[in-house]
Nanobody, 121 residues
Framework: QVQLVESGGGLVQPGGSLRLSCAASGSFFTINPMGWYRQAPGKERESVADITSGGSTNYADSVKGRFTISRDNAKNTVYLQMNSLKPEDTAVYYC???????????????WGQGTQVTVSS
């Protein structure tokens, strides 16, 4: 089984910054990719950013230039640095990772429990 523990959410004023962390633990061969999704009230869950073990990244257009995703492979942890936050960034943010238990096993995806990010003055 794989456990994901998220941290770093909270309340911040517009223009402020937050850093989210998601640490994976358990039994696995590889974790790839690692990413972040978010879901605002009344809206569908959307991809925010993801990163491969080699460091290749993808970002939603709405966060490009403001958010930075990174990972520490030794710690099996992914981070999301969020700068210049806007009220429309308010959502529950979820970590999502792809895990293989062995070289030839299928890839399964796991979700974190979610962390609330609220951008408001």
């Amino acid at each position: 089984q794989v456990q994901l523990v998220e941290s770093g959410g909270g309340l911040v004023q517009p223009g402020g910054s937050l850093r989210l962390s998601c640490a994976a633990s358990g039994s696995f061969f590889t974790i790839n990719p690692m990413g972040w999704y978010r879901q605002a009230p009344g809206k569908e869950r959307e991809s925010v950013a993801d990163i491969t073990s080699g460091g290749s990244t993808n970002y939603a257009d709405s966060v490009k230039g403001r958010f930075t995703i990174s990972r520490d492979n030794a710690k099996n942890t992914v981070y999301l640095q969020m700068n210049s936050l806007k009220p429309e960034d308010t959502a529950v943010y979820y970590c999502n990772v792809g895990v293989r238990r062995s070289l030839y096993s299928q890839k399964n995806y796991y979700w974190g429990q979610g962390t609330q990010v609220t951008v408001s003055s």
